[in-house]
């Protein structure tokens, strides 16, 4: 005799192969959300090894042509406040998008800059736009998953970030002689449209807005208050602000610190600084499987305690062999950091503020980028060995202490098996 029902047989089956296929498209998105991550990255490293050639190029002292890094730091830091809270109200979706766009556009106009105060506006303008990507990405993964899932897709977002980050490190200075620096952000910009184009089929997987109107700016307070109310919040945001101080500080004159010890060629640079961002790309899937399963309390203070001491082997007349292992050491610390806090902050707020934690998140760490770049930037009247001693010296102290800091950021509970994570 047929069956009567069907439907009743077959329906298990069919939610399972629509549960397949969603996880697909969200796995295909989330690629694509990566790579557009890489390409920000990408674009924001390689300028830092181009200061000394561009300070040729437009004929200004390198601590001139150099504010081309804070004035796109500060004004992306700025721009991620609004941006999340704003897709609180609209939607992840259309604000990714929009910010895309702008990113597209903007880092293709800065091939048209003929002065140093020209190339400063549109890198100004470039960080206004480009700043919705991220934050919102993060804020996406908190939507969709939770807190003890977080790490590993984080992982893959910082993957695509650290790769972005080897790729503009080295391959700004390594390209630049062929192919000319403005032929760089043009095909930056032609790579993220295509990111762009791609993504367009996905704009469904994203849940309607969390709240119905903008907040006021009581509102807006309140919820950094309360963000920022716990010791774990402050803690953590304190760890953000210092962290990126001193990673950008660092990492923005290295081109010029090659340049001056070991009297480099942009090539050479390149290749030297190489290094900053491949630990990330091989390692930030598994460092995020370990964070799911054993939680912060150990990697954090070890993140920071090893770019601390690659910062402080810089001090001392060691050779370009050791600077490069120095930089590996750099870029991993900041991989045992950055990845780790956004996870805490994921878990700061309700999911009706998502977009406002991340965004004070963003707004913090380009902040202190932007710190960092200009503070280091002016101790370099006194030399590389007194900006190192300083910004090596707090970081050691502030990683000694995160061991007493983060003690408590363990697993909420205990991690499913690694091969079972999605």
């Excluded at 002292?61 to 730091?73: K, L, S």
């Amino acid at each position: 005799m047929p069956n009567r029902h069907p439907n009743f047989e077959h329906q298990p089956h069919t939610e399972a192969a629509d549960r397949a296929i969603r996880l697909k498209q969200h796995k295909n998105l989330f690629t694509l959300l990566s790579i557009a991550a890489g390409l920000i990255f990408l674009q924001g490293y390689m300028i830092a090894p181009l200061i000394p050639r561009l300070a040729e190029v437009f004929n200004v002292p390198v601590q001139e042509i150099g504010f081309i890094v804070p004035a796109y730091m500060l004004s992306y830091a700025l721009m991620a406040l609004f941006y999340g809270l704003i897709s609180d109200r609209f939607g992840r979706w259309p604000v990714i998008r929009i910010s895309l766009a702008i990113f597209v556009i903007c880092t293709a106009l800065t091939a048209t800059a003929q002065t140093a105060s020209q190339m400063a506006l549109w890198r100004l303008l470039t960080g206004l736009g480009a700043s919705g990507v991220i934050p919102l990405t993060f804020a996406l993964i908190a939507d969709l998953f939770p807190f003890e899932q977080r790490g590993s897709k984080l992982g893959l977002v910082f993957a695509a970030m650290e790769g972005g980050m080897a790729a503009g490190s080295a391959g700004g200075a390594i390209l630049e002689p062929f192919v000319g620096w403005r032929s760089l952000f043009l095909g930056t910009a032609v790579l993220a449209a295509l990111v762009l184009w791609q993504m367009q089929p996905y704009g469904d997987l994203f849940d309607a807005p969390n709240v119905s109107k903008l907040p006021t700016i009581r509102q807006i307070f309140g919820g950094y208050r309360q963000i920022l109310g716990s010791f774990r919040g402050q803690r953590t945001y304190a760890y953000v602000l210092w962290n990126g101080i001193y990673h950008s500080g660092v990492y923005t004159w290295l081109g010029l610190y090659l340049s001056q010890r070991y009297q480099m060629d942009a090539l050479s640079i390149g290749l030297t600084i190489l290094g900053y961002g491949i630990p990330g790309l091989l390692l930030s899937s598994l460092i995020g499987r370990a964070v799911d399963r054993w939680g912060r309390r150990w990697l954090i203070p070890a993140g920071v305690v090893m770019s601390a001491l690659a910062g402080i082997a810089m001090i001392f007349e060691i050779s370009a062999n050791a600077t490069t292992v120095a930089v590996l050491v750099l870029s991993l610390g900041y991989d045992l950091t950055q990845p780790l806090f956004v996870g805490i902050v994921t878990d700061l707020g309700d999911e009706n503020s998502l977009g406002q934690t991340m965004g004070l998140k963003v707004f913090t760490l380009f902040t202190g980028f932007g710190i960092g770049s200009l503070f280091f930037g002016e101790l370099l009247n006194f030399g590389f060995e007194v900006s190192l001693s300083l910004f090596g010296g707090i970081q050691l102290i502030a990683g000694l202490i995160a061991f007493l800091l983060f003690w408590e950021e363990v697993p909420s509970r205990q991690a499913e098996p690694l091969g079972e994570q999605g």
